[in-house]
């Protein structure tokens, strides 16, 4: 026992399980606790009135039109959520190889970003930049000689980020993985006028599967059939570079940088966290989501037991907050202080 740090003591001296005896000394000594201001929530939009139309693969997530969003954002903000993140899907008629819709100023996502702010002007609104749920081929970005090309594909998320920003939207949070993106939005939105724009980046965004059933919500799947992103998004064997990746979007100018999926990348999480020391944020994706909830609905586990856990683990590893499909059932437990 020589070399044992001397801080850990000994039996029966120390017990641990003293301070976890009642729940006053639990409470006490813990060292995380999830709040409803850690969460983003996200949310899909669709066109209509009066519609909500549950995702099949996402039990207890819902495609809504811009009316119900509306409501729904009031009520998030009311819970205490900061902000919400906004993903349309698009009717299939109105996509097209280079995912023009992406810049039609009242295109799904512009509509919901302007209805939301009228409705609830302090709720946060962030918009993803990335042309998939655009495109009639489900890639993030414009295809030539069947490779997604960089520098002409960041041409156009520049002005699909200021179509975003004029409609309102308040953090523009690019998930294509191009490289100088960041930059380039950066430089657009300041000539523009819109500095104050905050920018999110999906820094370190693995070519994950964890990602199908999102891809059935925004209707991208069908389109992508069967093709991948590997060209662009990162090998998740990898951390070093996930570090780099990082480190070119804070110099590129990010407010704020984001780990995707969530719960089998907590080491990157925590990697990112230590070695720069900003707003870091994770992104507890959707296939994290239906298969805890899949597995709850078998009675195999406590689905929302295991999502309430694995969004305090979230924390515990580094986050400054989450953006999840169940941010709002989550609020509603912890002011129920459950
Ligand atoms: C689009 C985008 C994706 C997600 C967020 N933005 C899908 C993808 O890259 O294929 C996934 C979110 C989720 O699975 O919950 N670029």
Known sequence: MADQPTFLGAFPDTRLRRNRRDAWSRELVAENRLRASDLIWTVFVREGLGEIEPVVSMPGVDRVSVDVLAERAAEAHALGIPAI?????TPQELKNADGDEALNSDNLVCQAVRAVKAAVPGLGVVCDVALDPYTSHGQDGLIRDGYVVNDETVHVLCRQAINQAEAGCDVIAPSDMMDGRIGAIR??????????????AYSAKYASVFYGP????????????????RTYQMDPGNTDEALREVAFDIDEGAD??????????????????ETFGLPTYVYQVSGEYAMLKAAGERGWLDGDGALMEALLCFKRAGADGILTYWAMEAAKRLKAGQ
């Open 214 to 229: 999102f891809r059935d919500a925004v209707g991208s799947d069908g389109n992508l059939g069967g093709g991948d992103k």
């Open 85 to 89: 993140a906004v993903f349309p899907k």
């Open 187 to 200: 430089t657009t939105l300041d000539e523009a006028g819109y500095e104050h724009v905050r920018l999110m």
């Open 256 to 273: 704020m940088v984001m780990i995707k999926p969530g719960m089998p990348y907590l080491d990157i999480l925590r990697r990112v966290k």
